[in-house]
T-cell receptor, first 109, second 113 residues
Framework: KNEVEQSPQNLTAQEGEFITINCSYS?????LHWLQQHPGGGIVSLFM???GKKKHGRLIATINIQEKHSSLHITASHPRDSAVYIC???????????FGTGTSLTVIP | KAGVTQTPRYLIKTRGQQVTLSCSPI?????VSWYQQTPGQGLQFLFE???????NKGNFPGRFSGRQFSNSRSEMNVSTLELGDSALYLC????????????FGSGTRLTVV
């Protein structure tokens, strides 16, 4: 049983397109995280959300606590956005992450 | 300020050997958590330490262990290595580990032959 489900698994977009990645979770959470992983392995934390919406540059993350759903949007996508995007949640019950399987995004020039 | 430092970056070991990986958190961060990433299983939580105490542990065999020192640096140890232990091992640090911001290290890539 996966506590966190992400879709799509793979996504190819043309440069400039608007991109949405979805995340659903089944446990009570204290926070939801969107992570970015480039080839080579390093992970960068993009957002930490417990409610509402956050925006950093071209990236927007939203969360609906009642529906247990979050979305990551990328506006005006660029080839440098190509990476794996991972949704993770910190459950109410413990100090750890549950991870989604990731969305591999490729943005073509 | 310095980020999370993991050493070594790459490691090749033989089946049956043991290995120790190190993670130095951001200064002031007291929580260090460890994760295993494999192509088949994705990212999985190993354990989390706060102020030298293990607060939570994932579903891994007892061959996987860890500890945290008084300066918050953490080590994880894997004994009797198996081929399936080949993975990227990541650590992350945060101030309290209870949902605040996390910073990840670059990981240690372990290959077991």
């Amino acid at each position: 049983k996966n506590e966190v489900e992400q879709s799509p698994q793979n996504l190819t977009a043309q440069e400039g397109e608007f991109i949405t990645i979805n995340c659903s979770y089944s446990v009570g959470i204290s926070a939801l995280h969107w992570l970015q992983q480039h080839p080579g392995g390093g992970i960068v934390s993009l957002f930490m959300l417990s409610s509402g919406k956050k925006k950093h540059g071209r990236l927007i993350a939203t969360i609906n606590i009642q529906e247990k759903h979050s979305s990551l949007h990328i506006t005006a996508s660029h080839p440098r956005d190509s990476a794996v995007y991972i949704c993770a949640v910190t459950p109410n019950t413990g100090n750890q992450f549950y991870f989604g399987t990731g969305t591999s995004l490729t943005v073509i020039p | 300020k310095a980020g999370v430092t993991q050493t070594p970056r790459y490691l090749i070991k033989t089946r049956g050997q043991q290995v120790t990986l190190s993670c130095s958190p951001i200064s002031g961060h007291r929580s260090v958590s460890w994760y295993q990433q494999t192509p088949g299983q994705g990212l999985q939580f190993l354990f989390e330490y706060f102020s030298e105490t293990q607060r939570n542990k994932g579903n891994f065999p007892g061959r996987f262990s860890g500890r945290q020192f008084s300066n918050s640096r953490s080590e994880m140890n894997v004994s009797t290595l198996e081929l399936g232990d080949s993975a990227l091992y990541l650590c992350a640090s945060s101030s309290t580990g209870t949902g605040d911001g996390y910073t990840f290290g670059s990981g240690t890539r372990l290959t077991v032959v």
